[in-house]
């Protein structure tokens, strides 16, 4: 399993079920890139697909039985070398890691939202009772293509476990 398709696998795993659009938005990849690695995982049966029930056009993807287990092993194999790689340090020095690290991915997604979003245009304030209607589910848009509303909406990949994440879980 390439790195492409363990990020995939995990995040289908994290928001089971889930679009193609929302794959490549919370990995911030293009949907090419995104089903290039979905198309292998379900030829190598650790995710199957469905038309959804609200929208025919959209496809649904949820991890098999098999998918499921091998993300599990891969999520107790990084745990475990995770835990190792960070033996020799103090609880307070593994803190000040987790804070780095975090504040290192908050700068890295919002440097990403500066370079890919398209500056957002001001608009006429709308009625507050009425939302404006969407064609899409919120945050299901390519992170190239999206508006500023759409950008807060996306979080930063939740496919492949963070450090945090990483410390307590195992085996």
């Known amino acids: 399993m390439n790195l492409g398709e363990w990020r995939a ?3 289908i795993h994290a928001l089971q079920p889930v679009t193609l659009a929302a794959l490549a938005a919370e990995l911030y990849l293009d949907k090419a890139q995104i ?4 198309s292998d995982l379900i030829r190598k049966g650790l995710v ?4 959804s029930l609200q929208d025919r056009r959209q496809t649904l993807f949820v991890p098999t039985a098999a998918g499921r287990r091998l ?3 891969v999520l107790a194999f990084t745990s475990a070398r995770n835990e190792m790689i960070t033996r020799s340090l103090s609880p307070k020095e593994k803190a000040e890691l987790l804070r780095l690290l975090d504040k290192v991915t908050e700068a890295t ?3 990403f939202d500066e370079i890919f979003r398209r500056p957002a245009k001001q608009r006429p304030e709308r009625n507050a009772a009425k939302p ?4 899409r589910p919120a945050g299901t848009r390519s992170p190239r293509r999206g508006s500023q509303r759409d950008a807060k ?6 496919g492949a476990p963070r450090v945090r994440d990483l410390k307590t879980a195992g085996p």
């Open 9 to 11: 696998l995990g995040l």
């Open 35 to 38: 089903s290039r690695s979905v």
């Open 48 to 51: 199957s697909h469905s038309a």
């Open 71 to 73: 993300h599990d092993r």
């Open 109 to 111: 997604v919002q440097s």
């Open 132 to 135: 404006p209607s969407r064609s």
């Open 153 to 158: 909406q996306i979080r930063p990949s939740r």
